[in-house]
């Protein structure tokens, strides 16, 4: 069965550091990874997802970037944190097709950044 | 711009009551719409629906899709405070592997 792991579970940054959350996708090849961030109890924003390793499509230009170095692993980074960073994060996978396949979400990681 | 739009924002009830949840979109080439149920962390998956599936039902919760007026509706009857969670409707389209979420609803049923 697929199961898909991230990591940290939560995270207290401070403003001008560094950011680099992990996620890794097991039992399943090429899967379509997104990643999400959700602000408190509300809907779920798409920041980036990737079709293929190298392959990163950019929903919102912001200061945070994504790589997918291998099949089954999508990192979220950011070279310096803003406040405006903080949320919830979270990593997905699907079936590669087109729309009929549902995503399955991470555990997600906690972010505050001070 | 594609938009999917979810209401109420936010839902108080109390045990054994029933609920209806709204899902409005308006997107280019509507594909299928999806409804997820998060409580703590991760969303899970609670129905599909498509052009060929309409109308799905699961114990006390079902949904239909509306796609002459653009809309779906999340039942659940006889709610229970496992209910309490937020529900979150998504869209896909044809051509792009997106899914869009709205914006959410809360539901907290009362014991």
């Known amino acids: 069965s697929q199961t898909i792991h991230q990591w940290p579970a939560t995270l207290v940054q401070p403003v001008g550091s560094p950011l680099s959350l992990e996620c890794t996708v097991e039992g399943t090849s090429n899967p379509n990874l997104y990643w999400y961030r959700q602000a408190a109890g509300r809907g779920l924003q798409l920041l980036f997802y990737?079709?293929?390793?190298?392959?990163i499509s950019s929903e919102v230009p912001q200061n945070l970037s994504a790589s997918r170095p291998q099949d089954r692993q999508f990192i979220l980074s950011s070279k310096k944190l803003l406040l405006s960073d903080s949320g919830f994060y979270l990593c997905a996978w699907s079936v590669l097709d087109f729309g009929y396949n549902e995503q399955f979400f991470g555990p997600g990681t906690r972010l505050t950044v001070l | 711009e594609d938009k999917v739009v979810q209401s109420p924002l936010s839902l108080v009830v109390h045990e054994g009551d029933t609920v209806t949840l709204n899902c409005s979109y308006e997107v280019t080439n509507f594909r299928s719409l999806l409804w997820y149920k998060q409580e703590k962390k991760a969303p899970t998956f609670l129905f599909m629906l498509t052009s060929s599936g309409i109308e799905k039902k699961s114990g006390r919760l079902s949904s239909i899709l509306d796609k002459k007026e653009l809309f779906s509706i999340l039942n659940i009857t006889a709610t229970q405070t496992g209910d309490s969670a937020i529900y979150l409707c998504?869209?896909?389209?044809?051509?792009?592997?997106?899914?869009?979420f709205g914006t959410g609803t809360r539901l907290k049923v009362l014991a």
């Open positions: 998504a869209v896909t389209t044809s051509g792009t592997y997106k899914y869009i």
């Open positions: 990737s079709v293929g390793i190298g392959q």
